[in-house]
């Protein structure tokens, strides 16, 4: 009789990271030193969301490690954003996600008209 063996078939989230960073490390190797620390950066960014990564997953691996790495380059700009409009002499133009402006922003262009 055959014993069947239940277990994961997806392995987690910071393995999944681990697997990657090593097989890029080749083309990471011929980026420039200052491209080395942005990209080591991004792959970092995926493992702080390593809860949301367990359940996330997707049978291509790398679907799960590209929709964290734009998860977190859009939390990065949404946290700049927000300091620039906390503090707008540092920046010219003030606008939104995407580059849309605020809702305040608009409200106040149409009373100038």
């Known amino acids: 009789m055959r014993e069947l063996v239940m277990g994961r078939t997806i392995p987690s989230w910071r393995i999944i990271v681990e697997q990657k960073m090593a097989e890029l490390s080749r083309f990471k190797q011929f980026l420039r030193p200052e491209d080395r620390a942005v990209f080591d950066d991004l792959l970092t960014q995926c493992k702080l969301f ?3 990564g367990e359940v996330f997953t997707s049978p291509v691996k790398e679907v799960s490690l590209l929709f964290w790495m734009v998860f977190a380059q859009h939390k990065k700009l949404t946290e700049l ?3 620039l409009n906390e503090n707008p002499r540092l ?3 003030q606008s ?3 580059g849309r ?3 305040e922003d608009d409200q106040q262009h ?3 008209g």
Do not use: H, I
């Open 50 to 52: 390593a809860a949301g």
């Open 96 to 98: 939104g996600p995407c």
């Open 101 to 103: 402006r605020n809702r």
């Open 91 to 93: 920046a010219s133009r």
């Open 81 to 83: 954003e927000k300091r």
């Open 110 to 112: 149409d009373g100038d």
